[in-house]
Nanobody, 133 residues
Framework: QVQLVESGGGSVQPGGSLRLSCVAS????????LAWFRQTPGKEREGAAV?????????????YVADSMKGRFTVSKDNAKRTIELQMNSLLPEDSAMYYC?????????????????????WGQGTQVTVSA
């Protein structure tokens, strides 16, 4: 089992910034990756960013942000601490959502496409981000 603890959500005005952090603890796996998803009421959970921590028991160095958020969001990670951080700049009201940290332990596909909820088997409780004037 993996436990995920998220922090950093809150309220901000349009154009502002927030930084979300997630720490994973518990079991370790030969392949392991973390991600941020977001969800608004009535909509499907949307992948925002991915950080691959380990592949076949070797440290991995793969991070990326969903195309729709590139240019405003950046992702970083710490393999040793098993953390993922999402820096969100130039926030828009439509970025308001519950943001969830997720962890997966399956062998990633060759293209490391890991923005589907089905790729993840552990989820945090979520942290709310509200962007309003």
């Amino acid at each position: 089992q993996v436990q995920l603890v998220e922090s950093g959500g809150g309220s901000v005005q349009p154009g502002g910034s927030l930084r979300l952090s997630c720490v994973a603890s518990g079991s370790t796996y030969s392949s392991f990756y973390l991600a941020w998803f977001r969800q608004t009421p009535g909509k499907e959970r949307e992948g925002a960013a991915v950080a691959v921590i380990a592949i076949a028991s070797r440290p991995a160095h793969i991070t990326y942000v969903a195309d729709s958020m590139k240019g405003r969001f950046t992702v970083s990670k710490d393999n040793a601490k098993r953390t993922i951080e999402l820096q969100m700049n130039s926030l828009l009201p439509e970025d308001s959502a519950m943001y969830y940290c997720a962890a997966g332990n399956r062998r990633p596909p060759p293209d490391y496409s890991l923005l589907r909820t089905d790729d993840y088997n552990f989820w945090g409780q979520g942290t709310q981000v509200t962007v309003s004037a």
